[in-house]
C-alpha cells in the first residue's frame, strides 16, 4: 500500500529534550516537506526536500532540523524543543513540488 | 509572494443545502498549481483535486465541483447537497512552477447539521 508514515503519533516531551520525529514514504517520491499545523494558522511548511542531500527552508524554519539522507526518509528533527513548537505536524510526498502532495498521519506533539 | 486566503473560518449548513467554499489566490507566476484538501475529524489530510493555470475548465466530480477564474484569482469549491460527511476543514493550497514550496491557506471548518 502507498503511503506516507510518521513515528511517534503522539509525543509528550520537556523543553530542551532533543527529539526526532520520523518520516517515510515508499512511493519513490523525489520531494518531501513538514509542516506544523496550529489553530487559525493552517498548515505552515517548516522545510522540504527536492531531493536526496536537498533540503532548504519553508516558512517557519527556526528551531528545527531536517536531514535526507535516503530517498525514502526525512526525519524532522527539534534540538532544543520549546513550548511553541506544541503542534500538529505533518509529513508529506510528492513526484515533484507541482505534484498532489500525499500527506502521513500527523504527529501531535506537546511540549511542556 | 504567494498567498492564499480562505476568508470564511467557520461555516454552517443543514444538509441537503449546497455550500460554497471560498480560496482567493496570490501569485505572480503565470504557471501555477492550486488543490484543495479535506480535513475530516480524525485528522488526516484527504487530497480532492489540483488544477493547474492553463486549465480554466470548472470541474464536478459527484456532489463536489470547483470554479476557477483567474480573473478574480479564485478557486472555488461547492458541495451540493451538503451532507453530515462533509463535515471537516477544507484547505486550499498553491505551488508555482518557479518556486518550491507550498502555501496554504488558513481552511474553512464546515459543519453540516443534520
Known amino acids: 500500500e502507498a503511503q506516507v508514515t510518521q513515528n511517534p503519533r503522539y509525543l509528550i516531551t520537556v523543553t530542551g529534550k532533543k527529539l526526532t520525529v520520523t518520516c517515510s514514504q515508499n512511493m519513490n517520491h523525489e520531494y518531501m516537506s513538514w509542516y506544523r499545523q496550529d489553530p487559525g494558522l493552517g498548515l505552515r511548511q517548516i522545510y522540504y526536500?527536492?531531493?536526496?542531500?536537498?533540503?532548504d527552508k519553508g516558512d517557519v524554519p527556526e528551531g528545527y532540523k531536517v536531514s535526507r539522507k535516503e530517498k525514502r526518509n526525512f526525519p524532522l528533527i527539534l534540538e532544543s524543543p520549546s513550548p511553541n513548537q506544541t503542534s500538529l505536524y505533518f509529513c508529506?510526498?510528492?513526484?515533484?513540488?507541482?505534484?498532489?502532495?500525499?500527506f502521513g498521519p500527523g504527529t501531535r506533539l506537546l511540549v511542556l | 509572494a504567494q498567498k492564499v486566503t480562505q476568508a470564511q473560518t467557520e461555516i454552517s449548513v443543514v444538509e441537503k443545502e449546497d455550500v460554497t467554499l471560498d480560496c482567493v489566490y496570490e501569485t505572480r507566476d503565470t504557471t501555477y498549481y492550486l488543490f484543495w484538501y479535506k480535513q475530516p475529524p480524525s485528522g488526516e489530510l484527504v487530497f480532492l483535486i489540483r488544477r493547474n493555470s492553463f486549465d480554466e475548465q470548472n470541474e464536478i466530480s459527484g456532489r463536489y465541483s470547483w470554479n476557477f477564474q483567474k480573473s478574480t484569482s479564485s478557486f472555488n469549491f461547492t458541495i451540493t447537497a451538503s451532507q453530515v460527511v462533509d463535515s471537516a476543514v477544507y484547505f486550499c493550497?498553491?505551488?508555482?512552477?518557479?518556486?518550491?514550496?507550498?502555501?496554504f491557506g488558513t481552511g474553512t471548518s464546515l459543519t453540516v447539521i443534520p
Open positions: 493550497a498553491l505551488t508555482t512552477n518557479t518556486g518550491n514550496q507550498f502555501y
Open positions: 526536500s527536492m531531493n536526496v542531500e536537498v533540503t
Open positions: 508529506a510526498s510528492s513526484w515533484a513540488t507541482q505534484e498532489t502532495q500525499y
